[in-house]
């Protein structure tokens, strides 16, 4: 069987690709498993400063490999079960584990990018579509509910009401529609260039700090207003108490040839 995610590491940069592009990446076992060690993976890899997830072939991910998932009732257990309520069981994993990594994560979508696609989808801080992508929440269709941790990101980034009608009406859109809605960050003639684009941008800046600011805006992003202080505070002291932040300010002040540690 051939690798069903491909990972490669050039300039700092996490380049991982779902190969599935025979079914449109869709998701069978296997490239849940491999998703999940990549991302495992990835967290071990101290020299990673990005990632950027896309598809090879015509589509991002077309959604759950349904005849191969779902009639199989061990593949389902194996993807829904978990030991403690709060923790992410498999499905969860391969979307909720990007949010989990230290680094930024650039979803660049292209083609198809439906049901479990758009849940990894919704999983990276920056979503990059090609103008012709086709987004959808999809699991109504199946009679089922979101239930991979996307909802963590549409609670950032839409109003409830608008999330609702996604996930009730389980319809396509185009990438217009989804930029107004907030559901992708831009929509780029190509995908994969503008995010390494991004990438290299974001390299620029102190690992430190791009790990800091995805940490706090995840988890204050819907707390108390005392809760956001206390995050802002907090965070920044465990910034100021490191070397990078040191190195950012003589990097701004010219001393432009200074890596960050």
């Not at 077309?62 to 061990?74: H, Q, Y």
């Not at 949010?99 to 990894?120: E, F």
């Not at 009401?161 to 396509?172: C, Y």
């Not at 995010?195 to 620029?204: C, H």
């Amino acid at each position: 069987m051939k690798a069903r995610v491909e990972l490669q590491i050039d300039n700092q940069v996490a380049l991982v690709k779902l190969n599935r592009p025979e079914k449109h990446n869709a998701l069978d076992m296997p490239m849940f498993y491999a998703i999940d060690k990549v991302i495992r993976q990835l967290k071990k890899e101290k020299a990673v400063r990005c990632v950027i997830v896309s598809g090879n072939g015509e589509s991002f991910c077309s959604g759950l490999d349904v005849k191969s998932v779902m009639t199989n009732r061990k593949s389902a257990l194996k993807l829904l079960w978990k030991w403690w309520p709060r923790q992410a069981n498999m499905a969860q994993r391969v979307t909720v584990g990007w949010r989990h990594l230290k680094v930024p994560v650039i979803m660049a979508v292209h083609g198809k990018c439906w049901g479990a696609g758009m849940q990894i989808a919704l999983g990276g801080d920056f979503r990059i579509a090609a103008a012709d992508t086709s987004l959808a929440i999809m699991e109504a269709r199946w009679g089922l509910i979101p239930d991979m941790g996307g909802t963590l990101a549409l609670r950032e980034n839409m109003p409830v009401d608008r999330a609702m009608q996604l996930a009730m009406m389980a319809e396509p859109i185009g990438s217009d529609k989804a930029l107004e809605m907030q559901l992708i960050t831009q929509i780029s003639n190509d995908p994969l260039t503008a995010s390494n684009q991004l990438a290299e941008q974001l390299k620029q800046r102190s690992p430190d700090t791009n790990y800091r600011i995805k940490k706090l805006y995840h988890q204050i992003w819907s707390r108390s207003e005392g809760k956001v202080l206390a995050g802002e505070t907090l965070n920044q002291w465990r910034i100021l108490l490191g070397k990078n932040q040191r190195i950012a300010v003589k990097r701004q002040t010219g001393q432009s040839n200074i890596d960050y540690v």
